[in-house]
């Protein structure tokens, strides 16, 4: 129970940081049910490669591991390593691409698009994930991804936006390991990864663990779509 407390105050920190994210409904005045819908991607330059913040802290837990290891001589030294580890790790455009996989399926659910990654006569809607931002930074609680998307749905015959929602995704990093249950075996704990096992992660560990983020921010714009189709029945 202390550590949901503690994540949720984290995230509900990151949120108050990032108010005021532009979010527009119009689901109501557009027929999407049964639509072609064409799904584009892009990567800001500044989601190019992703940022390590380990001397951010929430909460009030001196006891942490994170808070002790990282001191104010080892955390310059510790970012820099796993900041160089991530880059040889990870990819932008796939976790920009498993974000908008959340978005298609919700889509997919609850309008029964036709997906389509080439546009044509057919095509009515346009629909464009954005990854604007990827930040790792220390809490009290463990690791976590700040992760910045923006998705917008726009209608092509009238270049009118139907839906755009920002978020701002505060998602904790679990550990990930693989191979020790056997050859491919991939399991994740439910322990959120501490700066020293970052470290120490190999670059398959690393890739799971991220993707499995961008998955869960992929999730988030999904449950926000659910939402406002759900409000226009109200």
Known sequence: MKTKTIILAFC???ALTFAGCAHTNQLANFNLSAS???????????????YVDLHTEYGTDAKS???V???????????????EKLRSAVNSDSLVNSISAGVKDGLMTYYRVIATD???NETRFITETKLLGFKL????GGIYASVNTEVTITDRNTAKIVWDNSETSC???YDVIIGVFGPGTIQTTTSIINAIRLMNMSGEEMRVMISNASEEAGRKQYETLRDDTSSNYN
Request: glycine share 10%.
């Open 118 to 120: 080439t546009i044509d």
């Open 137 to 140: 930074i220390s809490g009290s």
């Open 36 to 50: 072609k819908v064409l799904f584009k991607t892009y990567v800001s330059p500044l989601a190019g490669r992703v």
């Open 171 to 173: 998602i904790p990093l």
């Open 69 to 83: 290891v990282l001191g104010e001589v080892a955390s310059g030294y510790m970012e820099s390593k796993i900041e």
């Open 65 to 67: 591991i994170v808070s």
């Open 12 to 14: 509900f920190g990151l």
